[in-house]
C-alpha cells in the first residue's frame, strides 16, 4: 500500500500577474511544513530557487502530471496567517491586482535572528488583567458607549473631542489619545485585541504612549515603518501569538494578524498617508470594511472631521455616527468674513486682525502658524473669485503645462481655449501659494525678537513648551503645545483648497481642524483668504452640510465617492485592449480619456459600486492575460490603479 501522499498549495512571492494563485507541490518525506510556513520551491522560470507560503494542504491534486517537490523550508513560523491570506485575497479583488502584492504589504521583511529569538521565548503566558481603575471614564461619551462601538459588525464614525489634557502627571496629549485608550482597555477587558490604524509618525509619537500607560505591559504592539526593521518584524512576530494585544501602527498595521481581533480603528482616514503607494494601491479605509466584513469585528472611523466616505456611508445608514455631548471647540475666525480684516481688494497674507492677535497672543505663550506644504502642484483658479476651474466636458481638474497655455483637462484631455469662470466670469487664472521658507522669513521680520520654531517634514518636532514663541509648521507637521496654543494663523487657505486633488476641500478641513483641535480652550484661531461655505463650516465646526453637498456633487459628476474609478495606463495596446474587455462586461459607467502620457497613454473608467466585482474582476483576468502575452519589461505592462484618488492625483501629473 503506497504511503499517504503530503501535497503543499504554496502562493508565490511574486511580482508576475500570470503566476498569481496558488501552485501544488509535493512536501518530502520528513520535512515538517504548516500553513503559512515560508518555503522555497522550484520554478521552471528561473533557475534558483522561488520563494512562497503555504496556504493549504492536502491529500491529492487536480494536476495530471508529476508535481515538484518543495526544495526547503526558510521558516517554520505561520508567517501568512489564513485571515491574513483570506484578507490578502479579498483585497487583491477588490483593487484588480496580485495577491502577493497585498501579502508582500502584510509581512515585513524577515530577520533570521529576530526570528530565533523570539521562538525561542519563554513568556508566552496569559496576559495580565487590565486594571478596572484604570478605566477612566471620558468627558462627553457615556460609560456604554465603548462596548457599542466594539460591537461584532458594528461600523462607526467616532468623533474625537478637542483640545489637550494632561493625566495624572503625564505629559501633555491630545483629547483623542483618552479616547483611544479607553477603547483600548475595553477590548483588552474582554480579552479581545484592537488595531489602531494612524496616518504618520506624528500620531505614533502623540498616542503610543497614553495606550502603554493605560494597559499592562506588554499589551501594546507597535508597528510602523518608522520602527528599525528587525524591531518591525519582531512587533509582527508578536502579533501571531495567541494573547490579546492592541496594535498602533501606520496604514501596513491593518494587516496585523492578532488573536481574537475585536475591531479596526482608522484615525483620519481622510489622511493621504492611509493610501497605499504600492500596488495594488488599497486604501486603509477599505482595508479595514474588508476586514470587518472577513472576520465580524467592528470598525470605527475616528476623526475630527468625517472625510466623504464616511459621510456617504452615515448618511446611508451603513456607518452610525458618535459624537461628544459636550464640546470645548475654541473659537475660529475667518478673516474674510469679518469685519475690516485687511485690504478692502485683495486679503493681505496676514490680515491686520490677525496679526494684532498674534502679537497679543505670543507674549503669553506659543502661537502656532500653519502653511501650505512646499513643492505642491498648484491647480488653476480664478484670479477674480479664486475659485478652483474644472474641466466643462468631465469635471475633472484643469492644469497649464507651459506658460502662456490655455487649460486642458488631466482626465479626458480636452482643452479649453476659452476658458472663463463658470463663477464670476473672469478670463484670467493664476497658480497660488507660499513655502514654508518665505513664511519663516516674514514672521521672523513682522516678530522681532520672538523665538521661531519650524516643524515639516525634515525638522521633525512631538511638541514644544508654553513658553512665547511662533510655530511655523506645515499641515500635518504641528507639534503639540503644552496646555494647548494661545492662538493660531491658518494661512494659504486659497491654495489648499485650489489644488488638483480629488481630496482638496476634505483635506484642509481635516487640516484646519486638526490645528483648532491644539488650541487652549479659550485661545482662537484665524482662518485666512477663504470665504463662502467652507469659511462658514470651519467658524461654526458643523460640517456635515458642506461635506454632504460635497457628496451630492460628486454624485452629479459621477465622481468619487459616489462612484468608482480605475485609471489605466501604459502602451496603447495594453490599455485598448483592457478598455475593449471592460465595455463589454456593461458594467461601465463611461471611459475618459485617452490621454498621452509618457510610455503611452491613460484612459479613466467610471462604475457603479453594484457594477464593482464584476469590473475589477474583468481587469484582474486582462492583467493576467496580457502578462503571458506580453515581455518581462515591467514598464510594458498595463498599470491598473482602482479608487484611490491620492494615487490618481499622482498619475495626472504624469501627463507630457
Request: aromatic fraction near 6%; hydrophobic fraction near 40%; include cysteine.
Amino acid at each position: 500500500m503506497s504511503p499517504q501522499r503530503r501535497i503543499a498549495q504554496v502562493l508565490l512571492d511574486t511580482r508576475l500577474p500570470q503566476l498569481d494563485r496558488p501552485f501544488d507541490y509535493e512536501i518530502p518525506e520528513g520535512l515538517h511544513v504548516g500553513i503559512g510556513s515560508l518555503v522555497k520551491v522550484p520554478l521552471r522560470q528561473r533557475k534558483a530557487p522561488a520563494q512562497g507560503y503555504v496556504v493549504g494542504l492536502a491529500d491529492s491534486t487536480t494536476h495530471t502530471g508529476a508535481l515538484a517537490e518543495i526544495s526547503a523550508v526558510v521558516s517554520p513560523v505561520g508567517l501568512l496567517a489564513p485571515q491574513t491570506y483570506a484578507l490578502a485575497e479579498a483585497v487583491a479583488e477588490r483593487q484588480a491586482g496580485s495577491v502577493a502584492d497585498v501579502v508582500r504589504l502584510a509581512i515585513p521583511p524577515r530577520y533570521v535572528r529576530t526570528e530565533k529569538k523570539w521562538a525561542e521565548r519563554s513568556d508566552l503566558s496569559a496576559s495580565e488583567s487590565l486594571n478596572s481603575e484604570l478605566m477612566r471614564d471620558i468627558d462627553g461619551f457615556s460609560a456604554t458607549s465603548w462596548g457599542d462601538v466594539l460591537q461584532r459588525e458594528a461600523r462607526t464614525a467616532l468623533y474625537f473631542p478637542h483640545g489637550v489634557e494632561r493625566v495624572a502627571g503625564s505629559p501633555w496629549v491630545p483629547r483623542a489619545s483618552g479616547v483611544l485608550a479607553r477603547l483600548a482597555q475595553t477590548a483588552y477587558a474582554a480579552g479581545e485585541s484592537l488595531i489602531i490604524v494612524v496616518p504618520t509618525w506624528r500620531d505614533i509619537a502623540l498616542h503610543e504612549q497614553p495606550l502603554r500607560e493605560a494597559l499592562p505591559d506588554g499589551a501594546v504592539v507597535s508597528l510602523h515603518s518608522e520602527l528599525a526593521p528587525a524591531d518591525r518584524y519582531r512587533s509582527f512576530l508578536e502579533c501571531l501569538e495567541t494573547v490579546p494585544r492592541v496594535v498602533i501602527g501606520t496604514r501596513h498595521a491593518a494587516y496585523a494578524p492578532v488573536h481574537n481581533l475585536a475591531g479596526v480603528v482608522v484615525v483620519d482616514d481622510s489622511n493621504e498617508s492611509h493610501g497605499e503607494p504600492l500596488a495594488p494601491y488599497p486604501h486603509t479605509r477599505d482595508i479595514a470594511l474588508i476586514r470587518g466584513s472577513l472576520e465580524g469585528c467592528a470598525v470605527v472611523f475616528a476623526s475630527l472631521v468625517p472625510s466623504l466616505s464616511v459621510t456617504r456611508w452615515v448618511e446611508q445608514g451603513h456607518v452610525k455616527a458618535l459624537a461628544p455631548s459636550t464640546s470645548r471647540r475654541a473659537q475660529v475666525i475667518p478673516t474674510e468674513l469679518a469685519l475690516n480684516h485687511g485690504s478692502e481688494q485683495t486679503p493681505a497674507r496676514l490680515p491686520s486682525q490677525a496679526f494684532r492677535a498674534a502679537k497679543d497672543a505670543v507674549a503669553l505663550g506659543p502661537v502656532l502658524v500653519q502653511v501650505f506644504r512646499s513643492g505642491f502642484a498648484p491647480g488653476v483658479s480664478c484670479a477674480g473669485c479664486k475659485e478652483k476651474s474644472f474641466c466643462r466636458s468631465c469635471s475633472g481638474p484643469l492644469r497649464v503645462t507651459q506658460r502662456g497655455e490655455k487649460p486642458a483637462c488631466l482626465w479626458c484631455g480636452v482643452a479649453d481655449p476659452h476658458w472663463r469662470c463658470v463663477s464670476c466670469g473672469h478670463t484670467t487664472f493664476h497658480p497660488r501659494g507660499h513655502g514654508i521658507e518665505r513664511t519663516l522669513s516674514d514672521i521672523g521680520r513682522s516678530f522681532p525678537g520672538v523665538p521661531l520654531v519650524r516643524a515639516d517634514g525634515q525638522h521633525r518636532v512631538v511638541r514644544v513648551p508654553a513658553t512665547p514663541a511662533l510655530v511655523i509648521a506645515t499641515r500635518g507637521a504641528e507639534p503639540l503645545a503644552e496646555g494647548g496654543y494661545r492662538a493660531a494663523l491658518l494661512l494659504d487657505g486659497a491654495a489648499m483648497l485650489s489644488r488638483e486633488s480629488m481630496g482638496a476641500l476634505e483635506d484642509s478641513l481635516h487640516a484646519w481642524e486638526s490645528v483648532v483641535s491644539l488650541l487652549a480652550d479659550d485661545g482662537t484661531a484665524f482662518l485666512t483668504d477663504v470665504s463662502g461655505q467652507p469659511a462658514l463650516a470651519v467658524s461654526s465646526g458643523h460640517y456635515e452640510p458642506l461635506l454632504r453637498h460635497e457628496v451630492a456633487q460628486g454624485r452629479v459628476v459621477k465622481m468619487p465617492p459616489s462612484t468608482r474609478i480605475a485609471s489605466l495606463s501604459g502602451p496603447s495596446s495594453q490599455v485598448n485592449r483592457a478598455r475593449e474587455a471592460l465595455e463589454a462586461t456593461g458594467g461601465l459607467i463611461d471611459v475618459l480619456g485617452p490621454v498621452a502620457i509618457k510610455g503611452g497613454i491613460r484612459v479613466i473608467a467610471r462604475f457603479s459600486y453594484a457594477e464593482g466585482p464584476v469590473v475589477t474582476r474583468e481587469l484582474r483576468a486582462i492583467r493576467q492575460k496580457l502578462a503571458l502575452s506580453g515581455g518581462r519589461n515591467q514598464s510594458d505592462r498595463l498599470r491598473v490603479v482602482v479608487d484611490n484618488p491620492d494615487k490618481l492625483d499622482d498619475l495626472l501629473r504624469e501627463a507630457s
